[in-house]
């Protein structure tokens, strides 16, 4: 059967049994990109990060390419390549072991187009710097290598890294770096080097040193111009990078994200950043503990489709923003929070069809708000005042082309899992009056999993038999040495089979479902 189809129709069924779309996608996952549940060997259901998800398809992207190579002499010619397009490591050793393979045979590393370096030992052990000299030698073999995403602090490793990647990497459109803030300069010179960036994401750690000793240098007066750049997510102390970027060129961004994690002092000038970049962009993504301005961001991204933000946020009143003072700060009440209109706009946004929410964990009191809400009823008051306040402001006179609203929050999914829906009470009126609010606009109310928010998986009846195990070993986390077993056991008339059977299925689900990630 091998002989009768042509070498380019192997090809695509290959792209289409090994997930090459989603694998060499160019965008990121975003906030918006849906979680998934999964269900464990001992029955339980638990909630799976986009994160967590495409480092599985890429490892059964991997084991499906080696079932491919080991059918048929035939085979193992055409489908090589497809082994090593995509190398995922969670084991930083086996850099080591890739460099000798390509040292031995140097038209592999041609093939390459993805690149991606993992968690590896839960943050014991070696850093990547002990693997600088193999990580530069893969890259120099990689010319056409597409996607490189390490989110594993690279430290000082970085320098020589990006500078490898500037001198024999010039196809690349896809980055994930994950530096301390103090290279904040490496970083910028790294982005000179590479016009043709798509996708960008940047994490930045504590810096090693004095924060007030971090200089840019001749960095500072550089003016980027990335004509292709799309998306930028920016993670961390990026403060100093922020600034910067207000002044570059980037006539394509589209897709912007910005996390500050739990960190609420000098919060980055995001307003600033908009000003110069917001009228081009889509999709936009606010996570941070302090409020920020939504009116005037709002209005400085006139063609926004997805908005994310805290609802966690103490967002004034337009009558009280202006100037407050701190005895009227002093006098505001309960009632006044819970009473007083909010507004999220100056004006209908004519173009918002998709908002995601983050926060929200005090809402519905499960998981560890539920202590607090003993421990300190008073803060988890506030926060839930400042809850419903801003949902009631997701309204149609401020967005009329609404459609959907979604708790962005893996581990509040997790919670309401665990503990069988919200706490009994003024949390579960709560919810009852979100999803009312929701019908009421004809808007759908989703989790981060894309389903309804309250419709839970259901509980098991009984135990997991032996193909839930075989099928948690699938999709979950083995060894190479669990995969060479797994892989011994199938005889090649079944794999085959099996293959050119997902092949349909893939093939189908690919014309019903959207992609991924976001689209640019």
């Excluded at 009846?461 to 986390?477: C, H, I, R, T």
């Amino acid at each position: 059967m091998a002989d009768r189809l042509p070498p380019e129709l192997w090809s695509y069924i290959f792209d289409l049994a090994a997930d090459e779309n989603v694998i060499f996608y160019p965008g990121l996952p975003t906030s918006m990109t849906p979680s998934t549940w999964s269900r464990a060997i001992y029955g339980e259901w638990k909630v799976r990060t986009p994160q967590d998800t495409i480092n599985i398809t890429q490892r059964r992207s991997y084991a499906t390419k080696k079932a491919i190579i080991r059918t048929c002499k035939r085979w193992q010619q055409l489908g090589t390549e497809f082994l090593v397009r995509c190398l995922f490591f969670d084991n930083p050793t086996k850099l080591r072991d890739l460099r000798h393979i390509l040292d031995r045979d140097t038209s592999l590393g041609w093939w390459v187009r993805r690149l991606h370096i993992t968690h590896f030992l839960n943050g014991r052990g070696p850093t990547m710097g002990d693997f600088e000299e193999p990580l530069l030698a893969i890259l120099t073999q990689t010319p056409n290598l597409e996607i490189f995403i390490v989110d594993w602090p690279m430290s000082t490793a970085f320098g020589a890294v990006a500078d490898t990647l500037g001198t024999y990497c010039h196809n690349l459109r896809t980055v994930h770096w994950h530096v301390p803030c103090e290279f904040i300069s490496k970083v910028i010179w790294a982005l000179e080097s590479l016009p043709n960036l798509i996708s960008v994401h940047l994490t930045f750690d504590p810096a090693l040193k004095e924060p007030e000793t971090i200089t840019l240098g001749s960095a500072e007066s550089v003016r980027l111009t990335l004509p292709n750049l799309q998306q930028l997510f920016l993670k961390g102390f990026c403060q100093d990078f922020m600034e910067q970027a207000a002044g570059w060129t980037l006539p394509m961004l589209n897709s912007f994200s910005f996390d500050f994690g739990a960190n609420t002092l000098n919060v980055p000038d995001v307003v600033g950043f908009l000003a110069q970049h917001g009228a081009t962009l889509l999709f936009l993504d606010l996570n941070c503990v302090p409020a920020l301005d939504v009116r005037t961001i709002l209005a400085l991204c006139p063609i926004l489709t997805t908005f994310c933000f805290n609802l966690d946020w103490k967002i004034t009143p337009p009558e009280r923003s202006a100037s407050p003072t701190n005895d009227d700060a002093f006098n505001t009440t309960l009632e006044d929070v819970d009473l007083a209109p909010i507004s999220l706009t100056n004006r209908p946004h004519e173009h918002i069809q998709h908002i995601g929410l983050h926060g929200c964990i005090y809402a519905f009191g499960v998981g560890y708000a539920s202590a607090y809400l003993t421990a300190d009823p008073l803060r988890t008051l506030l926060v839930q005042r400042s809850n419903d306040a801003n949902f009631r402001a997701l309204s149609r006179a401020s967005f009329p082309r609404l459609e959907r609203v979604r708790i962005l929050s893996p581990l509040l999914l997790q919670d309401l899992n665990d503990e069988n829906g919200p706490r009994a009470g003024e949390c579960f009126e709560r919810w009852e009056s979100w999803w009312d609010a929701c019908e009421s606009m004809g808007v759908r109310l989703e989790d981060c999993s894309t389903g309804l928010l309250g419709t839970l998986p259901p509980e098991p009846v009984e135990e997991p038999d032996g193909s839930d195990e075989e099928e948690e070993d699938e999709y979950g986390y083995h060894t190479g040495d669990e995969e060479e077993r797994t892989s011994a056991r199938v005889s090649n008339v079944a794999e085959l089979r099996e293959l050119l059977e997902e092949c349909r299925k893939m093939s189908a689900e690919a014309e019903q479902h959207p992609p991924l990630f976001f689209p640019f």
